[in-house]
T-cell receptor
Framework: GENVEQHPSTLSVQEGDSAVIKCTYS??????FPWYKQELGKRPQLIID?????GEKKDQRIAVTLNKTAKHFSLHITETQPEDSAVYFC???????????FGKGTTLSVSS | DVKVTQSSRYLVKRTGEKVFLECVQD?????MFWYRQDPGLGLRLIYF???????EKGDIPEGYSVSREKKERFSLILESASTNQTSMYLC???????????FGSGTRLTVV
């Protein structure tokens, strides 16, 4: 099955800095790469996703980049704000009928 | 606004009790999932279902069972609750084409 690792497990930045979280996976058949954000006490929510035919996708201050050869993809957050503080999960998937396997999460803390 | 609704936000049960956690979605999604979330362990898949009356084991099915009698409802059953099942339980759904999950708000279960 898919082996998913996220790094770092915790990340502390100053407001306005950039943050990068990396997700490595083992299944070369993975072709869908989402990132979820879970604020304290709330449900995880999909914030951005990318499919394997695209190398990068941006949505305002967040972006996801994919390196299929090396089997990793990364979440980039620019101009971080305190409301970006949350746990972020990756969940690479081959969309072949199995459920998502999530990474263990990265806790991002943005201090003002 | 599409919703995944979990019937209880907080639940306290005694060891040995039979516990039902209910999840209902109004998006006509085929796929439904149960995860448990524990600090440092991320989200771990318990069971999932691709259709009415169908179920598949996830990574940690021991001590749990599920029921899907109607498309919109997916129930998680703890046959005989134990203290190591104290956790946050999250239900999610997605359409048959895959893509992003919609999560419920979670049920925080404490077994005493």
């Amino acid at each position: 099955g898919e082996n998913v690792e996220q790094h770092p497990s915790t990340l502390s930045v100053q407001e306005g800095d950039s943050a990068v979280i990396k997700c490595t996976y083992s299944d070369s058949a993975s072709n869908y790469f989402p990132w979820y954000k879970q604020e304290l006490g709330k449900r995880p929510q999909l914030i951005i996703d990318i499919r394997s035919n695209v190398g990068e996708k941006k949505d305002q201050r967040i972006a996801v980049t994919l390196n299929k050869t090396a089997k990793h993809f990364s979440l980039h957050i620019t101009e971080t704000q305190p409301e970006d503080s949350a746990v972020y999960f990756c969940a690479p998937d081959d969309q072949a009928g199995t459920a998502l396997i999530f990474g263990k999460g990265t806790t991002l803390s943005v201090s003002s | 606004d599409v919703k995944v609704t979990q019937s209880s936000r907080y639940l306290v049960k005694r060891t040995g009790e039979k516990v039902f956690l209910e999840c209902v979605q109004d998006m006509d999604h085929e796929n439904m999932f149960w995860y448990r979330q524990d600090p440092g362990l991320g989200l771990r898949l318990i069971y999932f279902s691709y259709d009415v009356k169908m179920k598949e084991k996830g990574d940690i099915p021991e001590g749990y069972s599920v029921s899907r009698e109607k498309k919109e409802r997916f129930s998680l059953i703890l046959e005989s609750a134990s203290t190591n099942q104290t956790s946050m339980y999250l239900c999610a759904s997605t359409s048959q084409g895959g893509g992003g999950y919609t999560f419920g708000s979670g049920t925080r279960l404490t077994v005493v």
